[in-house]
């Protein structure tokens, strides 16, 4: 007697998986689990299929600035620290959320309204926070 089997989650669960996971053009790609650790105006940069709302991606370049395209980038690298049982490993995602954060922060700063500058600062004090219980000294703000 034959059976059928199936996909735990259906056939768009796995679909979805698969574009979560796929690198696309040597970015940053996040797997599933690190994907709902983000907050949902980075789906749309993750290319997450049917996240076409704008809670689902970064606010307009003219309310925030170009450089916001880092930021999603940034809190992949803080949730891989924070998951790394390694702290070589930690500080180094660390210190990739940081250089990414400050690039945020860098073009950001004309733009005294952006609706993420609060975001933005939690993360960098979470980053800093974390270097420091590694050992390692925060770059800060340059």
Request: hydrophobic share 35%; with cysteine.
């Amino acid at each position: 007697m034959l059976t059928e089997r199936r996909w735990p989650f259906g056939t768009s669960g796995v679909m979805f998986l698969m574009v979560v996971t796929c690198n696309a053009m040597g970015q940053i790609v996040p797997t599933a689990m690190e994907l709902v650790q983000l907050p949902k105006f980075c789906y749309g940069k993750a290319n997450v299929p049917n996240a076409t709302g704008p809670e689902f991606n970064l606010p307009p370049q003219s309310d925030c600035g170009a450089g916001m395209n880092h930021y999603c980038t940034a809190l992949i690298h803080l949730n891989r620290a924070k998951a790394s049982g390694n702290k070589k490993k930690a500080v180094s995602e660390l210190r990739q959320a940081e250089d990414s954060i400050r690039y945020t922060e860098e073009w950001m700063k004309p733009y005294p309204n952006c609706s993420l500058r609060d975001h933005v600062a939690a993360s960098r004090a979470g980053v800093n926070a974390l270097l420091t219980a590694y050992g390692a000294k925060p770059a800060g703000n340059k």
